[in-house]
């Protein structure tokens, strides 16, 4: 499924598609903003999603060979819901 595909369910219940793809955008907007400050993101039923930075990592280029480090970097986790598959 896709953003399109949600906006398209949701004009459903809107009274057009613009409104819908303005809705969407602005609640992944809105969820992005959260987790760019740090706060955690907990939809009932579904699951959470919270911004955690790996750490300086040890790594290889493949085709070098060469040994080199991985600079830490933000990514983002989604933990399901204990509700999710029932």
Request: no cysteine; glycine share 6%; aromatic share 8%.
């Amino acid at each position: 499924m896709t953003k399109n595909d949600i906006a398209k369910a949701l004009s459903k219940i809107l009274s057009s598609k613009k409104e819908a793809d303005m809705a969407v955008n602005k609640v992944f907007e809105e969820m992005l903003n959260s987790l760019k400050n740090g706060e955690k993101i907990i939809i009932t039923g579904f699951g959470s999603f919270n911004m955690f930075e790996t750490k300086t990592k040890r790594g290889r280029n493949p085709k070098t060979g060469e040994k080199l480090l991985i600079a830490p970097m933000k990514k983002i986790r989604f933990k399901q819901s204990k509700d999710f598959f029932e």
